[in-house]
């Protein structure tokens, strides 16, 4: 791989970052070890329609939709220097030939679980160039990425974490009914041209138009509501075998922002 800089990446779809840009405000505190001493840090969760999450370090790293070494996906960077990731979704063929070209073979495990596998990391100068990875249930996702010799205890260290907290979605597993047996009720299908969502809700409205989103761990719904404005619902495990329905955007006033029905339980085939 041939030395490239974050500054020669090109962001490709800024009016696709203002639009799907998913890191809805959610963080936490996550654990790091630099140097061998553990480290509090507070992390964002970052949402691409590519179907993978992860989470972000929200001091030092942002993240964006851009190119790097002629790949496009998701460019996490150290805003301080020119260390860069860049994450993208990958076919099981490539991951195939990707994989095997370094004598890794990770098809068979990744077929039934999380699998993530460093294949290759090089020396440069003073430049580490490295490519890891994951595979889980028959999805793919390939991050690579450059860090100086000096970054190896910093920059590293969170390029790493951040792979290891990557979930990729698997849309066919969100496919159902979901009910609290109160009237509120959420219908996801899979039809020959996608996927589709349908919501009702007791008393409020019925919503049966628009654009379905896989997240990583959660299935994004933008549609309009009654008075024909957008409005976006989130549907997400709340426990073992529950989901819960949350409105992130709207304008409507029966449903505000932040609005959640909880207690959804997935009907049996």
């Given at each position: 791989?041939?030395?490239?800089?974050?500054?020669?990446?090109a962001i490709f779809a800024l009016c696709l970052s203002l639009l799907f840009s998913t890191a809805l405000g959610e963080t936490r505190q996550g654990v790091i070890y630099l140097e061998g001493m553990e480290e509090i840090i507070e992390e964002a969760l970052f949402e691409s329609p590519e179907g993978f999450?992860?989470?972000?370090?929200?001091?030092?790293?942002?993240?964006?939709?851009?190119?790097?070494?002629?790949?496009?996906?998701?460019?996490?960077?150290?805003?301080?220097?020119?260390?860069?990731?860049?994450?993208?979704?990958?076919?099981?063929?490539?991951?195939?030939?990707?994989?095997?070209?370094?004598?890794?073979?990770?098809?068979?495990?990744?077929?039934?679980?999380?699998?993530?596998?460093?294949?290759?990391?090089?020396?440069?100068?003073?430049?580490?160039?490295?490519?890891?990875?994951?595979?889980?249930?028959?999805?793919?996702?390939?991050?690579?990425?450059?860090?100086?010799?000096?970054?190896?205890?910093?920059?590293?260290?969170?390029?790493?974490?951040?792979?290891?907290?990557?979930?990729?979605?698997?849309?066919?597993?969100?496919?159902?009914?979901?009910?609290?047996?109160?009237?509120?009720?959420?219908?996801?299908?899979?039809?020959?041209?996608?996927?589709?969502?349908?919501?009702?809700?007791?008393?409020?409205?019925?919503?049966?138009?628009?654009?379905?989103?896989?997240?990583?761990?959660?299935?994004?719904?933008?549609?309009?509501?009654?008075?024909?404005?957008?409005?976006?619902?989130?549907?997400?495990?709340?426990?073992?075998?529950?989901?819960?329905?949350?409105?992130?955007?709207?304008?409507?006033?029966?449903?505000?922002?932040?609005?959640?029905?909880?207690?959804?339980?997935?009907?049996?085939?």
């Amino acid at each position: 791989m041939k030395k490239k800089t974050v500054a020669g990446f090109a962001i490709f779809a800024l009016c696709l970052s203002l639009l799907f840009s998913t890191a809805l405000g959610e963080t936490r505190q996550g654990v790091i070890y630099l140097e061998g001493m553990e480290e509090i840090i507070e992390e964002a969760l970052f949402e691409s329609p590519e179907g993978f999450s992860f989470w972000c370090a929200a001091n030092g790293l942002e993240a964006d939709f851009g190119t790097a070494d002629g790949i496009e996906g998701v460019i996490v960077r150290n805003i301080y220097s020119d260390d860069y990731m860049v994450l993208s979704m990958i076919s099981e063929a490539e991951a195939a030939q990707y994989a095997a070209a370094a004598g890794v073979d990770i098809k068979a495990e990744a077929a039934v679980s999380r699998v993530q596998v460093d294949v290759s990391q090089e020396l440069i100068g003073t430049t580490f160039h490295f490519s890891t990875l994951i595979g889980d249930r028959g999805r793919y996702l390939r991050a690579v990425g450059a860090y100086s010799l000096e970054a190896a205890e910093g920059t590293a260290k969170y390029f790493y974490h951040i792979l290891n907290t990557v979930t990729l979605a698997h849309p066919d597993d969100w496919v159902g009914r979901y009910t609290d047996g109160n009237g509120n009720t959420v219908d996801l299908e899979k039809r020959e041209e996608g996927y589709a969502m349908s919501v009702s809700l007791y008393r409020l409205t019925a919503l049966d138009e628009g654009t379905v989103s896989f997240l990583g761990e959660r299935v994004l719904f933008r549609t309009l509501d009654a008075s024909g404005n957008p409005m976006t619902l989130s549907l997400y495990q709340d426990g073992q075998d529950r989901c819960a329905l949350r409105v992130e955007e709207s304008t409507w006033a029966y449903l505000e922002p932040g609005t959640v029905f909880d207690g959804l339980e997935k009907l049996p085939d």
